[in-house]
């Protein structure tokens, strides 16, 4: 899959969010969308890197405690 397809998922996606709230005005709509997305992005990551948090930091552009904090935020790693 490409970025552009990617992009076109996520595009369509928001499309159909804001659709189904049929006229109500939406709140809070980055940071749910960095939470629906990040979550995700880092469990495929981190088992793609066998559970590797240096590798997986590596590839995502992180520090390796950033990606430790964010994994501790979305309950992948016991504290």
Known sequence: MSKKQIEDCVRDSLEGYLRDLRGTEPDGMYDMMVKVV??????????????????????????????????????????
Do not use: C, D, I, Y
Request: proline fraction near 2%.
């Open 38 to 79: 990040e979550k995700p992005l880092l469990e495929v990551v981190m088992r793609h890197a066998e559970g590797n948090q240096s590798r997986a930091a590596e590839w995502l552009g992180l520090n390796r405690n950033t990606l430790r904090k964010k994994l501790l935020e979305h309950r992948l790693l016991k504290g």
